[in-house]
T-cell receptor, first 107, second 116 residues
Framework: GIQVEQSPPDLILQEGANSTLRCNFSDSVNNLQWFHQNPWGQLINLFY???GTKQNGRLSATTVATERYSLLYISSSQTTDSGVYFCAVTGGNKLVFGAGTILRVKS | DTAVSQTPKYLVTQMGNDKSIKCEQN?????MYWYKQDSKKFLKIMFS???????INETVPNRFSPKSPDKAHLNLHINSLELGDSAVYFC???????????????FGQGTRLTVV
């Protein structure tokens, strides 16, 4: 089945710093989503981005489907950005998740 | 308005008990799912239903039985609970039958199940 790899696995930032999270996938996909799991456990939809670039405030995402990767950019990080960031793609009628990137933003 | 809602949010129970988790979506979606998140935060699909019909059963033990009374509800019943069932269970929904094809999935807030 499709494989989804996220990097880095862990990231510690000082408040105000920028970061880039990466998602590589092993096959062509027609759905890619980024989620943020906050410290309370909620899975928040960030982007639905099977291709192209989208921006939402301090967050933006780019998916290059032909090269099988997606990037999530976080600018001017805040402590509320802490949590786990998941990339998920379609694979065999399922949404397959990567292992996530644990982000800690320190004040 | 909550799009995908699960109850209860927390569930603590003893081994051997039977419990249910309820899920409802008010998005008008055709397809609903159950995902399990283990202690390492890994999320994996368990079941998917489209218009009350089972589409995916991902080699989940028979003790787990999903039930969909209508397309807005997908409940998860677990018999004879075991310690290893402790996890966070997420319900999700998406708009159309071709699961996740060109559609966005929305997740509930999760149910943390602890078996003691």
């Amino acid at each position: 089945g499709i494989q989804v790899e996220q990097s880095p696995p862990d990231l510690i930032l000082q408040e105000g710093a920028n970061s880039t999270l990466r998602c590589n996938f092993s096959d062509s996909v027609n759905n890619l989503q980024w989620f943020h799991q906050n410290p309370w456990g909620q899975l928040i939809n960030l982007f639905y981005i099977p291709s192209g670039t989208k921006q939402n405030g301090r967050l933006s995402a780019t998916t290059v489907a032909t090269e099988r990767y997606s990037l999530l950019y976080i600018s001017s990080s805040q402590t509320t950005d802490s949590g786990v960031y998941f990339c998920a793609v379609t694979g065999g009628n399922k949404l397959v998740f990567g292992a996530g990137t644990i982000l800690r933003v320190k004040s | 308005d909550t799009a995908v809602s699960q109850t209860p949010k927390y569930l603590v129970t003893q081994m051997g008990n039977d419990k249910s988790i309820k899920c409802e979506q008010n998005l008008g979606h055709d397809t609903m799912y159950w995902y399990k998140q283990d202690s390492k935060k890994f999320l994996k699909i368990m079941f998917s239903y489209n218009n009350k019909e089972l589409i995916i059963n991902e080699t989940v033990p028979n003790r787990f039985s999903p039930k969909s009374p209508d397309k807005a509800h997908l409940n998860l019943h677990i018999n004879s609970l075991e310690l290893g069932d402790s996890a966070v269970y997420f319900c999700a929904s998406s708009p159309q039958q071709e699961i996740f094809i060109n559609t966005e999935a929305f997740f509930g807030q999760g149910t943390r199940l602890t078996v003691v």
